[in-house]
Structures are given as C-alpha cells and as structure tokens.
C-alpha cells in the first residue's frame, strides 16, 4: 500500500493534497494541530474514497511535535512513500511589531521542521530506493517579505539543493511555490485580503495537481501557474526598491478582511 503523510493537513492546500492522494488510492497519516479536525477528515476521506486515514496531533512549533512525525516517518515497517510539509503560518504585523518569540515559531515550522522532517523521510526513502517529498513554499521566496519570505526563501533553496545531492537516488524532492490560494492563512494571520487583485488567486485543488505532475516529471521547483512565472520574469527588470515596496504591502492589509 502507497502511504503518504502530510503536515499541515486540514485545511488549505495541505487538504487538498490529502483529497486528491486519496481519491488515488494512498493510505493517508495526517498531522495537525487539531484533533477534532483532523478525524473528522480522516472519517470524511474513508468515506468518501474508502482508503485508511490515521492522525497524529502535533504541533510543529514544539520540539515534541516536530518528534512525533519524525518517529512515524522512521517506522520502517510502514514506510512512507510521499511527505508533503505543508504546515505553516504568517504572523500579523511587519518585522520588529511582531514578537520574537512568534517569529522564532515560524522559523521552527518553516524550517526546523521541514529540515528534521524531510531528513527522516528521504533517509529511509534512499534505503528502499523510492520515495517523494514535498515542500510547500511560496512565490514569496522570491520577493522581500520579512520572516515568511526569508523562510519560503530558505525551504526552497534546501528543498532544490536536496534535491540535487540525492538525484539517481530514487528520491524525488519538489518546492512547491504557489502565489495567493483561496485558504484559512489570511484569516489566521489576521491579514484583510481586498488589496489582492482576483487574478492573484489561485484553485488549491488546481495547485495540488500541478505539483504532483511537477514532482512526476522530476522537477525541483513547481510554480503552478503560468501568470505567476510571468510575474517571476517580471520582476527580475523591477528596481528592487519599487519590488520591496509592492511585496512588503500586498496581501498584508492587516485588520478586518
């Protein structure tokens, strides 16, 4: 049986992946924070799709909760054959109004976790001689934005890195760089939405599809939209003071939405 073990898995685009996984057959372990949810979910895919769907309740702000999903993802008996990171947040103000404390938890989600998480998957993945991992970044890694664009930044230069030093390996390893998708992160972080033009949005369902065509193909980095890699091009001729300023404010009206 194909297993798959997402983080971040209730919501947004770490749902997506476990709908779409599912409806192909994959055993499921899903992680999050909330329990309640996440076996509600877990019930809803059986369901629906008639797979298996265990849970691990985790925070990845917690050193204990980056430990538990490394122990599952270590059970050489019930391997893991794809890891999607998708756990992470943004926090609610620009960089000095936001508490250090708050920022080093990004950091740890963002990074720590994606590091340890990643390293026990594709240490047994390498053993076995297949295997995938995918690491949920953003288009913001290109742009300055603070601590969240730093940290995408940082997980998708590791994730291509990682990518290279296992290639012939059997392990394929993508950074997933989506733009603005329809999910709770906005919401979460406390941030309006309504200085984000409709095309800027993208289909969580549509993102999740690219990706594992991406990740099929044996590609490193995926972004899943074609007005996204033409901003990308874009913005290679904008003067860097101009793009800080367009990046450090779109999508970052914080208050009502």
Same mark, same amino acid.
């Given at each position: 049986?194909?297993?798959?073990?997402?983080?971040?898995?209730?919501?947004?685009?770490?749902?997506?992946?476990?709908?779409?996984?599912?409806?192909?057959?994959?055993?499921?372990?899903?992680?999050?924070?909330?329990?309640? +949810?996440?076996?509600?979910?877990?019930?809803?895919?059986?369901?629906?799709?008639?797979?298996?769907?265990?849970?691990?309740?985790?925070?990845?702000?917690?050193?204990? #909760?980056?430990?538990?999903?490394?122990?599952?993802?270590?059970?050489?008996?019930?391997?893991?054959?794809?890891?999607?990171?998708?756990?992470?947040?943004?926090?609610?103000?620009?960089?000095?109004?936001?508490?250090?404390?708050?920022?080093?938890?990004?950091?740890?989600?963002?990074?720590?976790?994606?590091?340890?998480?990643?390293?026990?998957?594709?240490?047994?993945?390498?053993?076995?001689?297949?295997?995938?991992?995918?690491?949920?970044?953003?288009?913001?890694?290109?742009?300055? +934005?603070?601590?969240?664009?730093?940290?995408?930044?940082?997980?998708?230069?590791?994730?291509? #890195?990682?990518?290279?030093?296992?290639?012939?390996?059997?392990?394929?390893?993508?950074?997933?760089?989506?733009?603005?998708?329809?999910?709770?992160?906005?919401?979460?972080? #406390?941030?309006?939405?309504?200085?984000?033009?409709?095309?800027?949005?993208?289909?969580?369902?549509?993102?999740?599809?690219?990706?594992?065509?991406?990740?099929?193909?044996?590609?490193?980095?995926?972004?899943?939209?074609?007005?996204?890699?033409?901003?990308?091009?874009?913005?290679?001729?904008?003067?860097?003071?101009?793009?800080?300023?367009?990046?450090?404010?779109?999508? +970052?009206?914080?208050?009502?939405?």
């Amino acid at each position: 049986m194909t297993t798959a073990l997402i983080t971040g898995a209730t919501a947004g685009i770490g749902a997506a992946f476990a709908r779409r996984l599912a409806s192909s057959g994959y055993h499921l372990v899903l992680a999050a924070r909330d329990t309640e +949810r996440l076996w509600r979910e877990a019930t809803e895919l059986h369901d629906r799709h008639g797979v298996e769907a265990d849970v691990i309740t985790s925070d990845l702000a917690t050193d204990d #909760g980056i430990a538990a999903v490394e122990e599952r993802l270590r059970d050489t008996a019930h391997p893991v054959d794809l890891l999607v990171n998708n756990a992470g947040f943004g926090n609610k103000g620009r960089y000095l109004e936001v508490g250090l404390a708050d920022e080093l938890a990004m950091l740890r989600v963002h990074c720590e976790a994606v590091l340890r998480l990643t390293s026990a998957a594709t240490a047994s993945m390498r053993e076995r001689g297949r295997g995938g991992v995918v690491n949920v970044a953003s288009v913001a890694a290109f742009f300055p +934005r603070g601590t969240y664009g730093a940290s995408k930044a940082w997980v998708t230069q590791f994730t291509q #890195g990682a990518a290279k030093d296992l290639a012939g390996q059997g392990v394929r390893l993508l950074a997933l760089c989506p733009g603005f998708v329809r999910t709770e992160f906005h919401e979460r972080a #406390g941030m309006g939405t309504g200085n984000i033009p409709r095309w800027m949005w993208l289909d969580a369902d549509k993102v999740v599809e690219t990706a594992l065509r991406d990740l099929a193909r044996g590609r490193s980095l995926s972004i899943p939209d074609p007005r996204y890699k033409a901003l990308l091009g874009a913005s290679r001729l904008i003067p860097q003071g101009v793009l800080g300023r367009v990046s450090s404010t779109t999508g +970052r009206k914080f208050g009502p939405q």
